[in-house]
């Protein structure tokens, strides 16, 4: 079993950055992938960035490739997002989510960050 717990959202204004974290615990952390999504008021949750256990493989949604990293921390059992140059657009809740290296579907998920970005 793995808790997921997210912080570091906020407000912020257009062109600032943030970066969020995902704690986790349990020992298996560093055998799940992780992931960000995030969903924005009357859309549906969309996926953000995911990085594989080790750190050494990620994704990116394509609408956030080179405004966002993700990244984790073994040792700390924490998974981070860094945002850059932030947009209205980026305004939402951003969910944390883990699952077994090779399953499809995530099976852990945090209760989200709310991040505000203001024009």
């Known amino acids: 079993q793995v808790q997921l717990v997210e912080s570091g959202g906020g407000l912020v204004k257009a062109g600032d950055s943030l970066r969020l974290s995902c704690a986790a615990s349990?020992?298996?952390?560093?055998?799940?992938?992780m992931a960000w999504f995030r969903q924005a008021p009357g859309k549906e949750r969309e996926f953000v960035a995911s990085?594989?256990?080790?750190?050494?493989?990620?994704s990116h949604a394509g609408s956030m490739k080179g405004r966002f990293t993700i990244s984790r921390d073994n040792a700390k059992n924490t998974t981070y997002l860094q945002m850059n140059s932030l947009k209205p657009e980026d305004t939402a809740v951003y969910y944390c989510?883990?699952?077994?290296?090779?399953?499809?579907?995530?099976?852990?998920w945090g209760q989200g960050t709310q991040v505000t970005v203001s024009s």
């Open positions: 990085i594989s256990w080790s750190g050494g493989s990620t």
């Open positions: 989510a883990g699952k077994p290296t090779g399953q499809l579907r995530w099976d852990y």
């Open positions: 349990g020992r298996t952390f560093s055998s799940y992938a």
